[in-house]
């Protein structure tokens, strides 16, 4: 069977810790009907330098708490690869918090899930590929 | 930094656990008991987090009508990645 799930960027883990009850409450439903959730580790970092303390405990308490959700590293020489083709055909400096989600996405084949899909579109434009972004708010 | 007085018990047990890790892995006992104390220190950090996060996850829990927005939006979000697994 294939897993299916989304790559969280950093706009979504900003309001999980920013207290969005909507999005927490996603996170809650996702877990509950086992929708896989992959948070990368450089999108994290960067997503957390814009929140407290306390914000950020929230969100390191989810990634930790969730069976679904899975926190994506750079610990390989591969994964390190992955991402480095990704930062190559950045304009620099590169949007390292883009560029990880990326290259997660590509490589698990799954949609970066957004609160906006305006923060993608400088990123969309530099790159020669296409990103699969599936906004939160219903666009209708 | 604040300073916090550990019980006598538990600088009990960071001794014993240390001198155990110390034994099983022929470390220095001073070296045993930094890996021991970081350990737990790591350890509360994460029960910290984990607790943040209930305490949050609890309160949208009690929310009915942001869960039901919530349901909503994970079952499109679902139907897409059906959708999507389909069309390959």
């Known amino acids: ?140 | 930094m604040t300073s916090i007085k550990v019980p006598e018990r538990v600088r009990e047990l960071i001794h014993e656990v240390a001198a155990q890790l110390s034994k099983e892995s022929g470390r220095s006992v001073p070296m045993a008991e930094a890996i021991v104390r970081m350990h737990g220190s790591f350890a509360t950090e994460r029960h910290r987090n984990r607790l943040a996060w209930e305490e949050a996850a609890q309160e949208v829990k009690d929310d009915t009508d942001a869960m039901a927005r919530a349901q909503v939006t994970a079952d499109r979000l679902n139907a897409l990645l059906q959708a999507r697994q389909a069309g390959r």
Do not use: C
């Open chain 1, 1 to 140: 069977m294939t897993i299916l799930g989304y790559v969280l960027d950093d706009t979504v883990l900003v309001e999980v810790g920013r207290g969005d009850f909507d999005v927490r409450a996603l996170m809650v439903i996702f877990n509950q009907s086992d929708t896989r959730t992959s948070v990368p580790a450089i999108t994290l970092a960067v997503a957390e330098a814009s929140l407290s303390p306390d914000q950020r405990r929230v969100v390191r308490g989810m990634i930790d708490a969730l069976d679904n959700v899975e926190l994506a590293l750079v610990s390989t020489q591969d994964e390190a690869a992955r991402l480095s083709e990704v930062v190559a055909r950045m304009i620099p400096p590169a949007d390292m918090a883009a560029a990880h989600a990326i290259a997660v996405s590509q490589y698990l084949d799954w949609p970066i899930l957004t609160m906006s899909r305006k923060r993608w579109a400088p990123v969309a434009a530099e790159l020669p590929w296409r990103i699969e972004l599936v906004e939160i708010r219903d666009p209708e």
